[in-house]
């Protein structure tokens, strides 16, 4: 007779609630660790006893995909119990491998409750030999006509049709939502393949008498036309590419034409009133509309070898200064300072705030000790504080400037920036 199914005697004494005992070669015993067998009300199988249950990441195969009744009953006897004291008990236990995961705890118990019907990596049962004597007829057979008995008999051994599987509408609803909510992940590849397919091929007509005039050109050996690059042409273009500062013509703003030199090349502040009578006393009544600033950097390459160039910097006061530097001068403007009051703005090309801090770097000059504008806070501007007293903290300010306004010159408009 074939060795009874160790788990469906499991899972059937669990069911019924029944009681579970232990034993060892001395008899019984109090504890799973000391027992060698799992008495169940049906008989005493072996707590290393290979089941039909297999293991999460294997095929089920072979008895080693499989867990023994020790790890199953475990998994049920600590149901409630923490994750710590579980894999405590599992290791007092010896099952160092083997064991029920925690992540597989809840739906093994739940099979072993009956609260699962079935589950997809539970084996067949095995089959029980027959002892009926062969050539017998089958226990509920009644005699027919000889004709008739093949295809009685078949009918009779036949297996029943398999039952139809019916999805569960909580399980459907369940499975729609999570559809709904998934994300497609997408790669630099995908997201360069876009939605719909493009078609190069008018770019590659449009070009295609000029790379066959190129390649007979190399062929034959004609050196192509250079142009001379003209020296005055190149000079202009040079003072083209040197950035712009617009400030504020208010005369209360603590960054005017009078002071804004010595602040952003000498990194010193001193107060508007004091520069003007300090450059009256000089014979300079009254400031330049333009003043060009001198800005050392220090580059330091792989080798640690230091090198140190000088930018130039223009600050205007007004769109008049602005007028001299040409057509294109807004394309060279990269910062406008502020104090905070739209009517600065009116004159300039970008008359709404929040439009011209899109195009340009905005810098709002403050005192230290001032309290929050709620002006300027969609404006997308930052703030530069000025310590009314400590002139010592202004390098730091300065190089907080130049800083700021170096990033935002490298990530729009480059072309500006010096190496």
Not at 1 to 18: E, F, G, N
Not at 55 to 68: I, L, R
Not at 288 to 306: P, Q
Not at 353 to 381: A, E
Request: net charge positive; hydrophobic share 35%.
């Amino acid at each position: 007779m074939a060795s009874p199914d160790v788990l469906s005697a499991l899972r059937q004494t669990i069911k019924s609630k029944a009681d579970i005992s232990f034993s060892n070669a001395q008899g019984p015993c109090s504890s799973l660790s000391a027992a060698t067998h799992i008495v169940l009300p049906s008989g005493s199988i072996p707590k290393s006893a290979e089941t039909r249950y297999g293991k999460a990441g294997t095929t089920g195969s072979s008895p080693q995909d499989c867990y023994t009744a020790e790890a199953l009953y475990l998994a049920w006897s600590l149901r409630d119990a923490a994750v710590a004291e579980y894999m405590r008990q599992t290791r007092e236990n010896g099952l160092t491998a083997g064991y029920v995961s925690i992540t597989e705890r809840k739906t093994v118990v739940d099979w072993l409750e009956g609260r699962i019907p079935d589950h997809d990596r539970i084996g067949p049962a095995p089959e029980v030999e027959s002892t009926t004597p062969p050539g017998s007829p089958p226990r509920n057979f009644r005699a027919l006509p000889t004709a008739t008995q093949k295809s009685a008999a078949a009918e009779v051994t036949s297996t029943p049709a398999k039952r139809r599987y019916a999805p569960d509408a909580h399980d459907i609803d369940i499975v729609k939502k999570i559809k709904q909510a998934e994300v497609e992940l997408r790669d630099r590849s995908t997201v360069l393949r876009g939605s719909k397919p493009n078609n190069f091929s008018a770019v590659r007509t449009t070009y295609a008498d000029k790379l066959k005039k190129l390649r007979e050109a190399s062929r034959s050996g004609v050196p192509q036309p250079t142009t001379t690059p003209d020296p005055k042409l190149q000079a202009k273009k040079a003072r083209n590419f040197q950035p712009i500062i617009i400030i504020s013509s208010s005369p209360t703003a603590l960054i005017t034409m009078h002071n804004v030199k010595r602040f952003l090349q000498e990194s010193t502040f001193e107060h508007s009133q004091e520069a003007r009578a300090r450059a009256a006393a000089e014979g300079n009544t009254r400031p330049e509309d333009l003043i060009a600033i001198y800005r050392r950097r220090t580059h330091i390459d792989s080798s640690g070898k230091e090198t140190e160039t000088q930018a130039k910097y223009f600050v205007v006061d007004s769109v008049e200064a602005l007028s001299k530097f040409g057509a294109d001068a807004w394309d060279r403007v990269v910062c406008v300072m502020t104090t905070g009051q739209a009517w600065q703005f009116r004159p300039y090309k970008w008359n709404e705030p929040r439009q011209l801090f899109h195009h340009v770097k905005g810098i709002y000059v403050t005192w230290s000790n001032d309290p929050p504008n709620p002006k300027i806070k969609d404006w997308n501007v930052t703030e530069l504080k000025i310590d009314p007293h400590r002139r010592h903290v202004d390098k730091a300010a300065v190089a907080q400037f130049w800083k700021t306004l170096d990033a935002w010159i490298v990530a729009n408009k480059p072309w500006l920036m010096k190496a």
